[in-house]
């Protein structure tokens, strides 16, 4: 049992040599600091990652047809077609299914030259997509069936028209003058990776057959499901269905953004390992400094402790004495290294008026508290059991 003189010893020990239990007391207060923001950065990356891959469409499931790589001219029978996807959008578990086809021509605005992509759309692409509207409204059924001639354009072309407000206003694309209707933006930037480019105009699908002047197609589907839980069994019987309906041999991709997810967290997770190892040597070091002063300190006080035991102490109660320290010393160090890593979190989301989420693992904040006494007590065991085998006799001899 710990007495209230051998804890009364201690803080006194440590009040006299305050620069000293200060200077110990940094490596620890760095170590578990680090360790708790290593967490809290981890859990923020994770969150981030999902943020974006759900801003591309959440359980999101897409699939086009691949080139069987030959001279032969590709079958229009092999291609998805509507009728296609109208049998995923009856599939159990399947919430909206849309259907694209682009085509890129040149527009001149304001005497300058832009190539422009012209994407057709069916019904409900907004939603699997999650695209914002930010003027206007999105293309709807009634456009669809009637084959208006009405376009909603990305925010980067309508900067570049010359229009303060460029919704109900015309836009010659190629030979047909459409009438904007809505401007949007994705919610996550692809960067010209899905059909979607900075410079996008975007149609009915029934009306890109006048650019095309031949038979359209669906170059590229994309379905949503009702949840996370349903993207493997969607995906495949989305596969399923298109061999079903298609010739032997015509190859179809079919693929979820499971596997990004998945290769996104290995790489946040492996960083996060990296960074903890980092972490916990800081600690170590900590410890090891603890240690070394913990020793000196027995040494420069030899004599104190002899007299502490002429006077009565036992060696318990002088083992304690020093575990004590040392306990006290990591065990503050981690609690200001805890309140300095949860602060800035709290500070970064007010700076940033609440625009960022930062999570905290209160759990990090128990395993750091747990780990950086943990290591005080490890490393502060060897010196006071030292202090605790000295000869009195010896002890107070010592000058």
Not at 39 to 65: A, D, F
Not at 67 to 92: H, K, M, N
Request: glycine letters at 8%.
């Amino acid at each position: 049992m710990i007495s209230g003189e051998t804890l009364k010893t201690a803080l006194d020990a440590l009040r006299a040599n305050k620069f000293k239990a200060f200077l110990t007391m940094l490596g620890v207060v760095i170590g578990s600091a680090c360790l708790v923001l290593v967490v809290t950065v981890g859990l923020t990356g994770k969150r981030y990652i999902l943020q974006q891959i759900e801003g591309i469409g959440s359980n999101l499931i897409y699939g086009y047809h691949i080139e069987a790589g030959t001279t032969d001219a590709r079958p229009l029978a092999d291609e998805v077609s509507l009728s296609d996807l109208e049998a995923i959008r009856q599939l159990p578990g399947v919430l909206y299914a849309a259907g694209t086809f682009d085509h890129v021509l040149t527009m001149t605005i304001r005497n300058k030259s832009h190539a422009v992509s012209v994407v057709g759309v069916t019904e409900d692409f907004s939603k699997v997509r999650n695209l914002d509207v930010v003027a206007g409204r999105f293309l709807d059924q009634i456009d669809m069936q009637t084959r208006a001639k009405a376009c909603v354009i990305t925010e980067n072309l309508a900067k570049l028209l010359p229009y303060d407000d460029p919704v109900g206003k015309p836009l010659k694309v190629g030979d047909l003058t459409l009438t904007i209707v809505g401007v949007f933006k994705e919610r996550v930037a692809t960067f010209g990776q899905t059909e979607i480019t900075t410079d996008s105009v975007i149609v009915p699908f029934p009306l890109i057959q006048f650019y095309t002047g031949g038979e359209i197609y669906i170059k590229t589907f994309y379905a949503q499901a009702d949840s996370s839980a349903d993207v493997p069994r969607v995906t495949r019987e989305i596969s399923q269905v298109l061999q079903s309906r298609h010739r032997a041999g015509t190859v179809y991709t079919v693929q979820n953004l499971a596997a990004m997810l998945g290769a996104a967290r290995s790489i946040s997770n492996a960083l996060t390992i990296v960074l903890l190892v980092i972490a916990s040597v800081t600690l170590i070091i900590s410890g090891i400094g603890i240690m070394n002063i913990m020793l000196v300190t027995v040494t420069e006080r030899t004599r104190e402790i002899g007299v502490r035991m002429a006077i009565g102490a036992r060696r318990r109660e002088i083992e304690w004495q020093f575990l004590l320290e040392a306990f006290l010393i990591s065990g503050g160090g981690a609690l200001v290294g805890i309140i300095i890593a949860v602060a800035i979190p709290i500070a970064a989301q007010l700076l940033l008026l609440n625009n960022l989420y930062l999570p905290i693992s209160w759990v990090s904040v128990v395993v750091s508290l747990v780990v950086s006494c943990s290591t005080g007590i490890l490393f502060g065991f060897l010196p006071a059991r030292r202090a605790s085998r000295l000869q009195p006799t010896e002890a107070l001899h010592y000058e």
